[in-house]
């Protein structure tokens, strides 16, 4: 075992995202409204355009950025529901968490409050409420 691995089993689990991505939607729709914004105006200002040229043709340029915005809003609408009801799952576990030991000799992790070990491979089972005998 590498002290890589072990450090990745005792460490706390984070989120697979950071939560200041789940704005980038919202970067993204601001970006492609601006650039829109101005691909129109420097269309409306040649030569006897139509309406429909001016606020269709530049979907080319940012109809990726819209795309990809709205993606992004619609995907951090979830996340942001998914944490509001994992948040006191992962309070409890938290304190759960720092009341273990690891122990280097017998390469075990403790509670000993509890009087429960296991193998460093299991803490996140643990820490997230598969304890033995269901104490706390």
Not at 22 to 30: A, C, K, S, V
Request: aromatic share 14%; glycine share 10%.
């Amino acid at each position: 075992m590498s002290r890589t691995q072990l450090a990745v089993w005792l460490s706390f689990p984070s989120r697979h995202y950071t939560p200041w991505a789940r704005n980038n939607g919202y970067i993204l729709l601001l970006a492609a409204a601006l650039t829109h914004l101005v691909v129109s105006l420097v269309i409306a200002m040649g030569q006897d355009p139509e309406w429909g040229e001016v606020l269709l043709a530049p979907f080319c340029l940012t109809g990726l950025f819209w795309g990809f915005g709205l993606l992004n809003v619609l995907g951090s609408y979830g996340a942001r529901k998914r944490d509001s009801v994992e948040a006191p799952a992962r309070e409890k576990a938290l304190t759960v968490w720092e009341g273990l030991y690891y122990c280097a000799r017998d390469n075990v992790v403790f509670e000993p409050e509890v009087g429960v070990s296991f193998h460093p491979s299991e803490t996140r089972e643990y820490i997230f409420g598969f304890r033995a005998g269901g104490q706390r």
